[in-house]
């Protein structure tokens, strides 16, 4: 495992905004552009407002998403909207070089599905969210045998994970033609891409970008949905990168930081064979809080 240890996360993200841009320079240079896939969390927001004051040619760098969680642009839970608050709002980027996952619904929509599934449960009481014998209100057939979440009262997240075929499935304005549409699209942005850059989060659970311990990771496609492991929020399907083009990029950054990933950085530096454990030839940036290193 390959680290490095900085004295806090300010300090880590000013290095890690500094070693973005001289790995822009050395791409740009020998092809012509940087393919970079961004992560979602709160170390890499940091970076990506770093990178915002710095003087770099963003009409070579082509930024995409190594995850995304399936909901609208403007819900705060999406990576694209921290990035867009982080970055993009600040710079001045060719709007063909940012390659975002499409979840963008019309309001309306989101809107009458909400209301819609707000009015039935409150119909049918708090009891009918805990029971396995719910009626499944959708079929997804791309999130067949994982985990999923249903709405609560008021529309709002239900905590409770469902299996799906025994009670509710994903809480989302979405359908399965949708959820097809999405990875197509994102697929159809990530043909012929090499990334010469993918940033990415450790999850307490082992779990990186949006591939966690139950995910499929030798699935031979260019990216996946995915559902997070149960009580890990938010409960909302995912993309994600597949392994295979992850392992592809020429450069593979870790960013870790804080004490509570302390315990699944030492068993992944102890052979734990988690998702973030399969990645090859990682740089693991780490603050000296979450540094396993005494």
Partial sequence: ?????FENPEILAVAAAQSFGELAQEAITSRGRINVALAGGSTPKVIYEKLAGLPLPWEDIHLFWGDERLVPITDSRS???????ALLKKISIPAENVHRVQTNLEPSAKEAFQLEMSNYFLSQGDHFLTTTTAPVLTTNAHLSGVVASGLGRKGLPYKKPFAVGEGLVPSLPFTDSDFEH????YQTELEGVQFDLVHLGLGMDGHMASLFPA??????AL?????PTPKLEPQVPRLS?????????RVKQFFVTGTSKKNILEQIKNGADYPAARVQNAQWWLD???STDE
């Fill in 1 to 5: 495992m390959k680290q490095l240890i």
């Fill in 79 to 85: 990576n694209y909207c921290m990035v867009q608050e």
């Fill in 182 to 185: 999405i990875l197509k699209s």
């Fill in 215 to 220: 995910t499929n990771l030798e699935l031979n």
């Fill in 223 to 227: 990216a996946q949905l995915t559902f």
């Fill in 241 to 249: 990168l597949s392994l295979q083009t992850i392992n592809a990029a």
């Fill in 288 to 290: 000296k809080a979450a």
